[in-house]
């Protein structure tokens, strides 16, 4: 899973990336401070992985990962080129969602490049940006599918009738991600690389002095991505950052201590499962035990393709115990004899909490 953080400059958005990925990337109070964006790797928090390891008493634990990528400050006009804009916007492109950093809090010591703070304004100047420069890109893939449309080849046809489809409904102000599209459309329109296409978390960002407390300027960002069924997070990046410099017995009292349910990362790992639709299954063993993430819906032998392609051609079966079952009963040897270790074959679809062991011929 590849993150793109996102925002107007000054909002939080370093800070942030910063404190979740402990990458160091220069945060200043300035635009365009970061040009070239910044990349950090993260292991998904998983408790599940040290329960098994503790259990097999395996040599290494490996956790599913995110790619986070902290992208330069956008601004208006960044689709036209303001701001060193379309080479920001280029690196949109690659990633899988957008955590769209959104400013809750109020201080004038903090410059605010639009001079006055207004999340829905804010929210709207990015998204407006995003749609211009994709009918940009609609125009020009719709011009040329015309064109080869004399060819005969049929596949230039539809593309031009979906780029219309497409069209409509960024003129609307709508993004690319709302048009109603069936799953042949969906894949096609993915091919397009659509800015407005990716999927959004909306990460409202408050002040420390606000925590715990209502804060009107998340709750419009709630109802904003509410409307356009994009998934919300509140955090505040400045604690975040103090999280992060905190082993990790310290980090979980403290974040205890400020009443939060969670870190930031838990949460934006969370909205971003939820959003792409992923889950983890897990392996364990002496050797080691990993999560491995796929789509939710996936069956047992691409499961098990996603450790080696062989392991898809070679599927047998999937030896799968759940997770807690495991955990309460103690060992491996205890789930069989309650009879809580199953045998699933090809059709078989694999669930979140699902610890599997699958046989394969090779």
């Excluded at 998983?46 to 329960?51: E, I, K, V």
């Excluded at 960024?170 to 329109?189: C, Q, S, V």
Aim: proline content about 3%.
């Amino acid at each position: 899973m590849k993150l793109g953080v996102v925002g107007l400059p000054n909002v939080g958005k370093s800070t942030l990336f910063n404190a979740i990925t402990q990458a160091g990337a220069e945060s200043a109070n300035y635009p365009f401070c970061t040009i070239e964006p910044n990349v950090g790797v993260v292991n998904v928090p998983d408790r599940r992985l040290d329960a098994l390891a503790k259990l097999y008493n395996s040599k290494r634990v490996v956790n599913a990962v995110i790619e986070f990528v902290d992208i330069a400050g956008l601004v208006r006009g960044a689709s036209k080129g303001e701001g060193l804009g379309n080479k920001f916007l280029a690196h949109i492109r690659e990633v899988d969602a957008i955590v769209h950093v959104v400013r809750c809090f109020e201080g004038g010591d903090i410059i605010h490049v639009e001079g006055s703070v207004d999340p829905t304004r804010d929210i709207e100047t990015i998204n407006l940006e995003l749609l211009f420069a994709d009918m940009e890109t609609v125009d020009k893939r719709l011009e040329r599918a015309q064109k080869n449309i004399k060819t005969g080849d049929k596949k230039y046809a539809e593309e031009a009738e979906l780029l219309l489809k497409i069209k409509a409904c960024l003129a609307e102000g709508k993004p690319a991600r709302a048009l109603t599209a069936d799953e042949k459309e969906r894949a096609l329109m993915d091919s397009f690389f659509l800015l407005t296409s990716k999927p959004v978390i909306y990460a409202a960002n408050t002040a420390e002095s606000d925590i715990g407390k209502p804060n009107p300027l998340a709750e419009r960002v709630k109802a904003y991505a509410a409307a356009e069924d994009a998934e919300t997070i509140v955090i505040c990046a400045k604690v975040e950052e103090e999280l992060a410099a905190l082993a990790e017995d310290e980090r979980e009292l403290f974040i205890a201590e400020l009443g939060l349910p969670e870190s930031g990362l838990d949460a934006l790992v969370r909205a971003g499962y939820k959003l792409l639709g992923l889950i983890s299954y897990l392996t364990a063993g002496e050797k080691e035990v990993r999560a491995w993430t796929i789509t939710r819906g996936t069956k047992a032998p691409q499961a098990a393709g996603k450790i080696h392609t062989d392991f898809e051609r070679g599927f047998i079966r999937a030896e799968i115990v759940e997770y807690d079952d495991l955990i309460s009963l103690g060992s491996l040897v205890a789930a069989k004899e309650k009879g809580k270790v199953r045998s699933e074959g090809k059709d078989y679809v694999m669930k979140e909490n699902d610890v599997v062991l699958f046989r394969i011929n090779v």
